[in-house]
Structures are given as structure tokens and as C-alpha cells.
T-cell receptor
């Protein structure tokens, strides 16, 4: 079975541009979460979606938005990119958003903002 | 605020045992998870503790004391492939709050 997939794997953008990152969860998983990982730090929670509804949002500006589609895949959008948005963006999926459920991470999208 | 503290680096030799500690201060706690990450790749789930005590999975064990807001990951029979970053994370209904990570170096 395929794990969590993310696209693209790498991306280079310039300040002020917009970016869309995509995530496909493990088959049967209905919950998707997004994390930002800056080099040398732990992942930081951005969003959690379940059944197409936003279930949680981390401490990120409104430039960050996301959505979940009927097939449970998800997109993360970042507008007006800043240099500080350069990071590894991770997507994680689980069957439901419950603590006992293991979250499985994708390989991430590495975003570089110049 | 919410914070998790773990050592930034740990070094050990092949075949040895190493313990990585994690203390946390969070509002709302449902469990403590541990993840392994090699060279910026996908974090891989290792263990989850919802209740006090020890959970054992092969060479890896994890312990939790909720009264002390403390947990640890124990790695036995260390192998070179265990060199990686290890993260503790408080689990809040599926939302993970991660520590800064501990970089484990295993030497021959």
C-alpha cells in the first residue's frame, strides 16, 4: 500500500509569490495535518483537517490556508511568500484525529524562498 | 505556553543503550509520542504512551510519568542506522506539538 505522498518534492520561489503544496493521505485515512519544519527544529503544527472540515489551526498568519477535498487529499496554500517560509512542509495522515491514532508522515516538500 | 525540552545531542557507541529524556509543559495532554527522522526525511512513528509506565517495541521502549510531566525513549543494542534525530511530541487529539529534537550519533 502507498504511504502518504506529497508533491512537489522540491520548490524554489521568490518573495511575494504564491505556492500550493499537495498531499494524498494513506488510503482509508480521513484526517490530514500539515506541519512546517525549519532546519534544526521540530515540526510545527499548521492545520488539521477531518472530513473536509478544519479541526485545528496553529500559530501561523492568514497567508497560510488549506483545504481538504472529498477524496481526503489536501492542499496547503501560502501567499506573499517571505524568506522565513523556507522550510520542509510535512503532511501527516491518520484514520481519525484521535490521540491514539498513529500519524503517518509523508516525505515532505522542501520549499526555498529567495 | 507550551514547551517540550529534550537534549540537543547525544552520542553513544554501537551496541550500547541510550536514553533520551523529554519534559513537557502543555495545556491539554492526551499522550506522548516519539518519532525518528533521518536527515530531514519523513518522521517515522516509534512509540506512544497515553498512560504512565513503560511501552516496549523491539529494541525501543518509551516511558511516561504524567505526574512528573516527563518521559523518555530508551534505545537498546544501538546500531549505526539508529543515528538520526528523535522527537518527543505531545499528542492533543491528533495535533502533535514537537520538541526541538535530539540528534543521536552512534559511533562504531
Amino acid at each position: 500500500d502507498a504511504g502518504v505522498t506529497q508533491s512537489p518534492t522540491h520548490l524554489i520561489k521568490t518573495r511575494g509569490q504564491h505556492v500550493t503544496l499537495r498531499c494524498s493521505p494513506i488510503s482509508g485515512h480521513k484526517s490530514v495535518s500539515w506541519y512546517q519544519q525549519v532546519l534544526g527544529q521540530g515540526p510545527q503544527f499548521i492545520f488539521q483537517y477531518y472530513e473536509k472540515e478544519e479541526r485545528g489551526r496553529g500559530n501561523f498568519p492568514d497567508r497560510f490556508s488549506a483545504r481538504q477535498f472529498p477524496n481526503y487529499s489536501s492542499e496547503l496554500n501560502v501567499n506573499a511568500l517571505l524568506l522565513g517560509d523556507s522550510a520542509l512542509y510535512l503532511c501527516a495522515s491518520s484514520f481519525i484525529p484521535r490521540s491514539q491514532e498513529t500519524q503517518y508522515f509523508g516525505p515532505g516538500t522542501r520549499l526555498l524562498v529567495l | 505556553g507550551q514547551s517540550l525540552e529534550q537534549p540537543s545531542e547525544v552520542t553513544a557507541v554501537e551496541g550500547a543503550i541510550v536514553q533520551i529524556n523529554c519534559t513537557y509543559q502543555t495545556s491539554g495532554f492526551y499522550g506522548l509520542s516519539w518519532y525518528q527522522q533521518h536527515d530531514g526525511g519523513a518522521p517515522t512513528f516509534l512509540s506512544y504512551n497515553a498512560l504512565d509506565g513503560l511501552e516496549e517495541t523491539g529494541r525501543f521502549s518509551s516511558f511516561l510519568s504524567r505526574s512528573d510531566s516527563y518521559g523518555y525513549l530508551l534505545l537498546q543494542e544501538l546500531q549505526m542506522k539508529d543515528s538520526a534525530s528523535y522527537f518527543c511530541a505531545v499528542n492533543q487529539g491528533g495535533k502533535l506539538i514537537f520538541g526541538q529534537g535530539t540528534e543521536l550519533s552512534v559511533k562504531p
